[in-house]
């Protein structure tokens, strides 16, 4: 315990013997992982306690892996990340609590108004500083509240229960104790390629930027698995960092992400969640046909044409070479249709939850990989030095990736290839590997003891489509029957990949964080105010 920052004197640890010292009548809420989304959570709870006057009876344990200096930023905003790494978000968008959606400009001191489009996409670590902050002044209202908070550095590594509550076992000694858990935990790296795992120079975790250090600039032969956003940090810093000169990345598409146009908040009049629902409903489920309608008649109410988004998505199709150029042509300029296209980000989630399996199917197979490469879209400048480097050949890009094995001190990578008239099967050897391949599905291959713990325990269950049994509103864990484990929570990240799917953006983050929130004081009003429900 010794990196343990207590805010007050009362903390619920647990004693040799497993048991609290003395009786403790407050109801203790622990959130295991500490970024942007276990900070907006804690946020809203504290406001909902203090307008509800409960802040007397509640407490609140912040654990996280990294220093507690870091806690609220998350691996994506982290101190460590290089100055040239920028968010894919235009800052004047940005915010982590939407009572305050100009939170982020005031604390940085910007004027929104005037950037241009590349001076508003910010550095990460700067944002990350404004995220810590953030947490720290909510920290101290809690204090003036009389709200204790036990601020910790540490790895959960098991989850029990204890009484009315939940024992939390740390992986490097010492229990807490906790009345309600959520689990904050974000997305654990690829659990694709795990049998790589142990070989020499193989990098299996790109958020690790120590490990990418060692790939020295005169190395022979760099693959990087992927082309989504990771993958473009990953190849700035290989290329910017550490001076790599040639860099290979490949993937299943081919496809990386689209510069990402200038846009303004649009309010859904079509696609609503109710419309969603009452669709759902009438049809006895949703079908991706039924979704395009919905988004074609939004266009149509909106009076603004669509166009646009339609050739996005087939320029996105493209080959990267081909498709910036066209993304950058008209990124600069305010998008009408990219702002209707953010505002499906909100009810996404929703969508994926409503279809039935085939529809899944057929929404991965056919639009999946064209939507994300827009709707997230890239920097600006990111987009020109990707392509700068596609152009001079420093940086290869192709589809097609299919198996990867090492062998005989190499990495050996085969891709379908149609670039010499019909399908061919091309292997290629790397010295170095970096797993870009997507945020990891598979949770009983994440490293993290206690998705382990919890998945021999039988408390998280697995879906098809990756991830656990959550339910939608309030993540809390579900058995396979659908009813819940326990006051147990999960917010946004991969163990809630199979029931939301698209939970990458910061909205989508914060909002999950907001729901869940919702349920748990909802609960806690019952069972320390009931004459207030």
């Not at 004197?9 to 407050?26: E, H, Q, V």
């Not at 235009?90 to 959606?101: G, Q, R």
């Not at 990418?212 to 005169?218: E, F, H, T, V, Y």
């Amino acid at each position: 315990m010794q990196n343990a920052t207590l805010l007050t004197s009362t903390a619920p640890f647990l004693n040799p013997s497993g048991k609290l010292d003395g009786f403790d009548p407050r109801h203790w809420i622990a959130f295991v992982g500490m970024g942007v989304g276990g900070a907006s959570c804690f946020r809203s709870m504290l406001k909902k306690a203090t307008a509800d006057r409960i802040t007397g009876q509640i407490g609140f344990i912040c654990l996280d892996m990294k220093p507690i200096s870091q806690q609220g930023r998350g691996v994506a905003w982290a101190p460590d990340q290089a100055p040239f790494i920028l968010a894919n978000m235009h800052l004047p968008k940005m915010s982590n609590d939407p009572e305050n959606p100009h939170a982020l400009l005031e604390a940085l001191g910007v004027d929104g108004d005037n950037l241009s489009q590349d001076a508003a996409f910010f550095k990460r670590s700067e944002i990350g500083e404004a995220f810590s902050k953030d947490l720290d002044l909510f920290v101290e209202v809690a204090r003036h509240a009389g709200v204790p908070v036990v601020r910790l550095q540490g790895e959960a590594a098991r989850l029990d229960r204890l009484g009315q509550g939940f024992a939390i076992t740390l992986s490097g000694g010492g229990q807490l104790f906790a009345n309600t858990v959520v689990l904050a935990l974000g997305h654990v790296p690829s659990t694709n390629f795990k049998h790589l795992d142990g070989s020499p120079k193989y990098i299996g975790n790109p958020w690790d930027f120590e490990s990418l250090k060692a790939i020295p600039a005169d190395a022979q032969g760099v693959c990087v698995l992927g082309l989504g956003p990771t993958a473009v940090d990953t190849i700035n810093i290989l290329r910017h960092q550490n001076g790599v000169k040639q860099i290979h990345a490949y993937s299943r598409s081919g496809c990386m992400q689209y510069p990402r146009p200038r846009y303004h908040r649009h309010e859904l009049k079509v696609l609503t969640r109710e419309a969603i629902k009452e669709m759902a409903a009438e049809h006895g489920g949703l079908t991706w046909k039924d979704i395009l309608r919905g988004i074609s008649r939004e266009f149509k109410v909106a009076r603004i044409d669509c166009s646009g988004m339609t050739r996005a998505f087939e320029n996105a199709r493209l080959h990267p070479k081909r498709a910036i150029p066209l993304g950058l042509a008209d990124c600069h300029e305010d998008s009408e249709w990219f702002s209707v296209l953010k505002a499906f980000d909100d009810v996404t989630p929703l969508i994926w939850h409503l279809l039935p399996p085939g529809e899944r199917e057929v929404y991965k197979r056919d639009y999946r990989q064209a939507h994300t490469n827009v709707s997230y879209g890239s920097a600006s400048k990111v987009a020109k030095d990707i392509l700068d480097w596609l152009d001079d050949g420093s940086l290869t890009v192709a589809g097609g990736l299919g198996e990867v094995h090492f062998a005989e001190g190499l990495f050996h990578v085969k891709r379908r290839s149609k670039d010499f008239g019909e399908e061919v099967l091309i292997h290629l050897g790397f010295e170095y590997l970096v797993n870009c391949s997507g945020i990891g599905t598979g949770l009983s291959k994440a490293r993290y003891p206690l998705l382990g713990y919890l998945l021999r325990k039988g408390w998280l269950t697995p879906m098809a489509e990756g991830g656990a049994m959550v339910d939608f509103h309030s993540g809390q864990l579900l058995t396979p029957d659908g009813k819940p484990v326990g006051e147990v929570y999960s917010l946004a990240g991969s163990i809630t990949y199979g029931t939301h799917l698209l939970t990458h953006c910061l909205d989508q983050v914060v909002g999950s964080a907001i729901r869940t929130a919702d349920a748990i004081h909802e609960k806690l009003m019952e069972a320390v105010a009931p004459e207030r429900v």
